[in-house]
């Protein structure tokens, strides 16, 4: 490996301090014991034990962590289809579209999807809560799920599944058979990458949420607004290390899958 | 005078010479087209119960095409393709009694080699034990025995291949589809596994269709071969034929070395027939193609069936003078570019057998020489 050289090292340092210091901050302030946020009062780790009483807290949390299990769940299945669509049935009428319409949600304005959805769920007068919030981060997740899939889909050796075809296997056979083991690592990846992005996200779970539906970042913004609190830091330390643990995952199950084919 | 035979081997088995055969396989004008290009162009072609045949030809030539529409994974955009006389139009892959050997072998990674070669048998719902006993049977024939529990990435290039083969014969299927079978193997163990795969379709009685862009592979190891240029078979025939009577120039350029020289027909005396060339007056006694005096003609000349003399030869055969361009030892023989005398100065591609280990007359670059061949040697093509 190349050395690095001093004029490197600082552009290194400069960039990661840019990126996660207030992160940092955020974290070493969750283990202050002053109630006051810019004092250092020494190291304790009692507001991780306050974060337990507040029931308001962790209902969010509970809330949060159901959205995106069953959104990512959701958005993997469909994820699943649109890339076997894209890879596996060749060019059919409107697949350009299709393609476009499936990568849209990743450069659309999370705002105006948001707004979109609110108008539809108001519009169909659907009550506002779980479903809606589940359904608003599917609709931002599977485009996700899909490249992912797609993308090691269309590194499979096409005369695996011929062979198994070839074989006897019916087309069904050759997908449970073939298919889905071999692209298994990249369906968990595109499922973990969907949660964290359900997970931690804010602005469409604002728009299609409704009373007594509030989800872990709404919490948080909406306590930040008071005041921050030694209790919000410690909570969104949780956060981060929960999304933290998640992406480091779906990236070494897409590494491992990477290596096991070279 | 009594007919000679191409070549120095005697075949027995030439169904194909027989009107009575009936074909195992049969293509009747089949034609594939992929967007504008014609894969496949009105190709007609049969197989015989038992043979190994060979579609020879560079890549994008159909053959391959050709092979996959047997299999299933075209479709024909017409023509028909007949096996054991069953049209097999709107036969999905996995019901087809043909069974393919994948260039790349496609093991299924994620399965032993066990289950990589039961895993034919198992969709046909044979029983567990009867699925262990063939599968037993199956290494036993390509002498895997023990390798059962490996993966294929614990196994070596060749050890992966006999899987293949083992796989691809479990289910007994009537023709074997092989692509490019020897390609991913070194040059020692193709030759080994050449003669192996010989013997083994030699041993189960089986129709093998082969795609291969080796000539070697193909004059080794086929029955019959089909050259195949553009999607349309140039020429079909055992190897010797496919050798020594090339149909046209473009076989005779792409199965082994040969040498052209052009130039005309001045006269036809029954089968001798004497050609004005470049090289000077050429005599052949080829009773082919069925040339009128004042055409255009070339005769093609086989490296290995010319002579380098020192002194002008005596006798009735052709000659030419020329020198010694440039030598390749081979080891088996020496590859000798002779150039020839004249305006045009052509080169000669000689092949010189390395029948000792010493000889009293060495060649050098430069020396004047003598070429000589036969009156039998050459082939007369068209144009």
């Given at each position: 490996m190349n050395r690095l050289r001093a004029p490197h090292l600082l552009a290194l340092v400069f960039g990661i301090a840019f990126l996660y210091l207030p992160i940092l901050v955020l974290v070493l302030y969750s283990f202050n014991a002053s109630r006051l946020v810019t004092v250092w009062g020494g190291?304790?780790?009692?507001?991780?034990?306050a974060l337990?009483?507040?029931?308001?807290?962790?209902?969010?949390?509970?809330?949060?962590?159901?959205?995106?299990?069953?959104?990512?769940?959701?958005?993997?299945i469909l994820g699943l289809l649109s890339a076997l669509a894209l890879g596996r049935f060749g060019r059919f009428a409107g697949r350009t579209l299709f393609a476009g319409m499936i990568a849209a949600p990743l450069v659309m304005p999370e705002v105006i999807t948001g707004l979109a959805l609110l108008l539809l769920f108001v519009g169909l007068d659907a009550e506002r809560g779980f479903w809606t919030v589940t359904i608003a981060h599917v609709t931002l997740t599977a485009c996700f799920a899909t490249i992912v899939i797609q993308a090691r889909l269309v590194m499979l050796d096409r005369s695996l599944e011929e062979a198994a075809q070839d074989l006897g296997a019916t087309p069904l056979r050759v997908f449970f058979a073939i298919t889905l083991p071999m692209i298994a690592p990249a369906i968990l990846a595109g499922w973990l990458l969907a949660f964290t992005l359900s997970l931690d996200d804010l602005v469409l779970a604002s728009f299609t949420s409704g009373p007594g539906s509030t989800t872990l970042p709404m919490r948080i913004y909406s306590s930040v607004r008071l005041g921050v609190t030694p209790e919000i830091n410690a909570a969104s330390t949780l956060l981060i290390a929960l999304v933290a643990t998640v992406v480091v995952l779906a990236s070494l199950l897409i590494k491992r899958d990477a290596l096991a084919r070279t | 005078m009594a007919r000679k035979s191409l070549g120095n081997i005697r075949r027995s088995f030439a169904p194909w010479a027989d009107p009575a055969a009936i074909p195992q396989v049969r293509f009747e004008s089949v034609t594939k087209r992929f967007g504008d290009i014609t894969a496949v162009s009105d190709l007609t072609l049969s197989l015989y119960p038992g043979e190994f045949h060979a579609l020879l030809g560079p890549s994008g030539c159909g053959k391959t095409t050709l092979m996959r529409m047997l299999a299933g994974f075209e479709t024909p955009d017409s023509g028909r393709i007949l096996l054991d006389g069953q049209d097999l139009a709107g036969i999905p892959p996995h019901l087809r009694p043909t069974n393919m050997m994948f260039q790349s072998y496609a093991l299924f990674p994620h399965m032993s080699v066990f289950d990589n070669i039961a895993f034919g048998l198992r969709q046909q719902g044979l029983a567990r034990e009867a699925v262990a006993a063939r599968v037993a049977e199956m290494l036993t024939l390509v002498?895997?025995?023990?390798?059962?529990?490996r993966r294929p990435d614990q196994l070596s290039g060749g050890q992966k291949q006999r899987v293949a083969l083992a796989r691809a014969l479990a289910r007994r299927p009537k023709v074997l589809l092989l692509d490019e079978p020897l390609g991913a193997l070194d040059k020692k163990l193709r030759e080994e596994t050449q003669y192996e795969l010989m013997d083994l379709q030699a041993e189960l009685g089986l129709t093998f269709l082969m795609v291969t862009h080796d000539q070697d592979e193909a004059m080794a190891m086929a029955d019959r071969i089909s050259v195949m240029e553009r999607g349309r078979i140039a020429q079909v025939g055992a190897p010797e034929e496919i050798y020594e009577m090339p149909a046209n120039r473009y076989v005779a350029e792409f199965v082994g070395d040969i040498n052209i020289f052009e130039g005309m027909v001045i006269s036809v005396e029954g089968e001798i027939i004497r050609i004005d060339s470049a090289a000077g007056l050429l005599v052949l006694d080829d009773p082919a193609p069925g040339l009128a005096t004042g055409e255009k003609a070339s005769l093609a000349l086989r490296p290995e069936k010319i002579d380098i003399l020192t002194a002008e030869p005596e006798g009735p055969g052709n000659k030419a003078a020329g020198e010694i361009w440039d030598i390749g030892y081979l080891g088996d023989f020496t590859m000798v570019q002779v150039k020839l005398d004249g305006e045009a100065g052509q080169l000669v591609k000689v092949a010189l057998p390395n029948r000792s280990r010493k000889t009293e007359t060495p060649i050098a670059w430069d020396d004047r020489v003598w070429l000589s061949w036969d009156v039998e040697a050459g082939i007369l093509l068209r144009g």
């Open positions: 190291f304790s780790t009692r507001w991780y034990a337990l009483q507040n029931q308001a807290l962790l209902d969010a949390a509970w809330l949060s962590l159901k959205v995106a299990l069953v959104s990512a769940s959701l958005a993997t | 002498k895997l025995e023990g390798f059962a529990g």
